[in-house]
């Protein structure tokens, strides 16, 4: 069919797939031109696979080769494991065979026979740690060798003797003269070695050093008779210390009493009642308290509170049914009935013309209450009325005062030192003495067997007197003189037994001193 001009020429038919078909010249070149390239493809891969053959041959050529090359490594490894195992004892070779492993393949049989070992065999080992111990021996000696060297030179300041003051309150009791103001450390140490020794009654065998040495040498023998012994006997093996020292208390820290209420203010007051286990804290916070006294919690059993009436000081009556508080300010005092609750005010004492009530003492029979007024009075007041019986006055100030264990007479002490002793039911001065070296008296106190007298002073002196010599003499000699306090001895009492007497200072912190009747 021929197509005329501007009759376009007709495409090809697509055959399946979206491809042409050769009917063309055109279209057999094309698929010529395909196979020639299909063909130099088909070329290159067969290169290309015979090239990866090659390398492929290589690789595991180079893989053969690092196995063999390890496996001597390994085998030169164990050789040498070998040889140093022949050096090592039998014992340690056969435990690293074992635990390790090799040709030898030793049983556990083999190892504890090793382990074992021959009688009287010389192990090298045992060679080595000798040398290593005589190694240290040597070491040892080079360095004590090295500290025994003088030094390269010396600090003058080092070897200056430095001085202490002796003035120091804690220190003044070691001055043997007013000329040692100041002291070397070395003999201070040396007073503080010879006070001890005499406090302790010579040295201790715990310092002792030369007794040290020997209780070491002797404590292993010693400790198994003990222990032979105290398992062939029964009985009680808790016994008193026969080798406590004399003047020695045996003394803990309980809970405090006033666990429960610790006190907003300054405490004047702590006492125990006379016959229950039961103890008073008063003072300036306004506040009476009793607290039961058991060691575990001590409860609080009560509380008063007195409005605008800080304590000076309170004390139990001696039947322990009544409290009686007299205040800092106050010319009245308070009773307070513990049976009914009832707190009575005293307003006022016939009779006593007294700014402030404040110091007061009570009989041991419980019939009367002393008061200390101003001026060197005494008002005399009898406990079931409250009412004034007679009046009493020393020469100058009155600052304590104390009633004899019968109640019968009544000892004043004044501050200028002077100590008076009254009649209670004729209200007469009966004898006066002089405190030995008081310049200013303080606090007074009788034995409850009124066998001693004990007198303090503002310088802390402590004088203790016997009752038939300030009876009869003007100036009487103290049996003992106490210096333990450094401040102004501001009480003293004694213990129902009379055999420790306590002396103490509320100017200092825990200025409390014991003295035993023995060492007087």
Same mark, same amino acid.
């Given at each position: 069919?021929?197509? $005329?001009? $501007?009759?376009?020429?007709?495409?090809?038919?697509?055959?399946?797939?979206?491809?042409?078909?050769?009917?063309?010249?055109?279209?057999?070149?094309?698929?010529?031109?395909?196979?020639?390239?299909?063909?130099?493809?088909?070329?290159?891969?067969?290169?290309?696979?015979?090239?990866?053959?090659?390398?492929?041959? /290589?690789?595991?050529? #180079?893989?053969?080769?690092? #196995? !063999?090359?390890?496996?001597?490594?390994?085998?030169?490894?164990? !050789?040498?494991?070998?040889?140093?195992?022949?050096?090592?004892?039998?014992?340690?070779?056969? =435990?690293?065979?074992?635990? %390790?492993?090799?040709?030898?393949?030793?049983?556990?049989?083999?190892?504890?026979?090793?382990?074992?070992?021959?009688?009287?065999?010389?192990?090298?080992?045992?060679?080595?740690?000798?040398?290593?111990?005589?190694?240290?021996?040597?070491?040892?000696?080079?360095?004590?060798?090295?500290?025994?060297?003088?030094?390269?030179?010396? /600090?003058?300041?080092?070897?200056?003797?430095?001085?202490?003051?002796?003035?120091?309150?804690?220190?003044? /009791? %070691?001055?043997?003269?007013?000329?040692?103001?100041?002291?070397?450390?070395?003999?201070?140490?040396?007073?503080?070695?010879?006070?001890?020794?005499?406090?302790?009654?010579?040295?201790?065998?715990?310092?002792?050093?030369?007794?040290?040495?020997?209780?070491?040498?002797?404590?292993?023998?010693?400790?198994?008779?003990?222990?032979?012994?105290?398992?062939?006997?029964?009985?009680? %093996?808790?016994?008193?210390?026969?080798?406590?020292?004399?003047?020695?208390?045996?003394?803990?820290?309980?809970?405090?009493?006033?666990?429960? &209420?610790? !006190?907003?203010? &300054?405490?004047?007051?702590?006492?125990?009642?006379?016959?229950?286990? *039961?103890?008073?804290? #008063?003072?300036?916070? &306004?506040? *009476?308290?009793?607290?039961?006294?058991? $060691?575990?919690?001590?409860?609080?059993?009560?509380?008063?509170?007195?409005?605008?009436?800080?304590?000076?000081? !309170?004390?139990?009556?001696?039947?322990?049914?009544?409290?009686?508080?007299?205040?800092?300010?106050?010319?009245? %005092?308070?009773?307070?009935?513990?049976?009914?609750?009832?707190?009575?005010?005293?307003?006022?004492?016939?009779?006593?013309?007294?700014?402030? =009530?404040?110091?007061?003492?009570?009989?041991?029979?419980?019939?009367?209450?002393?008061?200390? $007024?101003?001026?060197?009075?005494?008002? =005399?007041?009898?406990?079931?009325?409250?009412?004034?019986?007679?009046?009493?006055? *020393?020469?100058?100030?009155?600052?304590?005062?104390?009633?004899?264990?019968?109640?019968?007479?009544?000892?004043?002490?004044?501050?200028?030192?002077?100590?008076?002793?009254?009649?209670?039911?004729? &209200?007469?001065?009966?004898?006066?003495?002089?405190?030995?070296?008081?310049?200013?008296?303080?606090?007074?106190?009788?034995?409850?067997?009124?066998?001693?007298?004990?007198?303090?002073?503002?310088?802390?002196?402590?004088?203790?007197?016997?009752?038939?010599?300030?009876?009869?003499?003007?100036?009487?000699?103290?049996?003992?003189?106490?210096?333990?306090?450094?401040?102004?001895?501001?009480?003293?009492?004694?213990?129902?037994?009379?055999?420790?007497?306590?002396?103490?200072?509320?100017?200092?912190?825990?200025?409390?001193?014991?003295?035993?009747?023995?060492?007087?």
């Amino acid at each position: 069919m021929r197509r $005329g001009p $501007g009759t376009p020429r007709p495409r090809p038919a697509a055959a399946a797939g979206g491809r042409r078909e050769n009917n063309g010249k055109r279209p057999a070149k094309m698929g010529k031109n395909k196979g020639k390239r299909m063909g130099k493809t088909a070329k290159t891969t067969k290169t290309v696979a015979r090239r990866s053959g090659i390398r492929v041959a /290589d690789a595991a050529a #180079a893989a053969e080769r690092a #196995a !063999a090359r390890q496996e001597a490594e390994e085998a030169a490894r164990r !050789a040498h494991h070998l040889k140093e195992l022949s050096f090592t004892s039998g014992a340690e070779r056969a =435990l690293e065979e074992l635990v %390790f492993g090799d040709s030898l393949h030793v049983e556990e049989d083999d190892l504890l026979r090793c382990l074992a070992g021959p009688q009287g065999h010389n192990d090298p080992e045992r060679e080595t740690l000798q040398k290593d111990s005589s190694d240290s021996e040597v070491e040892n000696e080079a360095k004590g060798n090295l500290l025994t060297k003088k030094p390269a030179w010396v /600090d003058e300041d080092d070897e200056a003797e430095e001085n202490v003051d002796m003035t120091h309150r804690y220190r003044k /009791d %070691f001055m043997k003269s007013d000329a040692e103001k100041t002291l070397t450390k070395k003999k201070l140490k040396r007073r503080l070695e010879e006070q001890f020794q005499r406090a302790m009654g010579g040295v201790p065998a715990w310092a002792n050093l030369e007794n040290r040495k020997k209780s070491k040498k002797t404590a292993s023998d010693s400790e198994s008779d003990e222990d032979d012994d105290l398992l062939r006997r029964t009985g009680n %093996f808790v016994t008193n210390s026969e080798s406590l020292p004399r003047g020695i208390l045996k003394m803990g820290i309980c809970l405090p009493a006033n666990q429960e &209420r610790f !006190a907003n203010g &300054r405490l004047a007051t702590v006492q125990f009642h006379p016959s229950a286990q *039961v103890v008073m804290t #008063a003072g300036h916070d &306004r506040s *009476v308290s009793l607290f039961q006294v058991d $060691g575990i919690k001590n409860p609080k059993i009560q509380s008063i509170y007195l409005e605008s009436f800080p304590i000076y000081k !309170a004390c139990f009556s001696v039947d322990g049914e009544y409290v009686i508080a007299t205040g800092t300010h106050h010319r009245m %005092f308070f009773v307070y009935d513990m049976m009914s609750g009832n707190i009575i005010p005293i307003q006022k004492v016939r009779g006593v013309e007294e700014r402030f =009530l404040r110091s007061f003492e009570l009989s041991p029979d419980g019939s009367f209450m002393l008061v200390t $007024g101003t001026s060197g009075y005494l008002h =005399l007041l009898s406990m079931k009325t409250k009412e004034l019986i007679s009046t009493m006055k *020393v020469n100058g100030r009155c600052t304590a005062s104390a009633f004899t264990p019968d109640s019968s007479k009544v000892y004043s002490y004044s501050k200028e030192g002077e100590v008076f002793i009254w009649d209670v039911r004729s &209200r007469k001065c009966l004898h006066k003495f002089e405190d030995e070296g008081s310049l200013e008296g303080k606090c007074i106190a009788l034995s409850k067997n009124n066998q001693y007298v004990a007198c303090g002073s503002a310088s802390g002196v402590v004088n203790l007197y016997t009752t038939d010599a300030c009876l009869k003499e003007r100036r009487p000699k103290p049996v003992k003189a106490i210096m333990n306090l450094v401040t102004s001895a501001t009480c003293v009492t004694f213990n129902p037994t009379t055999e420790i007497l306590a002396v103490a200072s509320r100017e200092a912190d825990e200025a409390v001193k014991l003295i035993l009747e023995s060492d007087c």
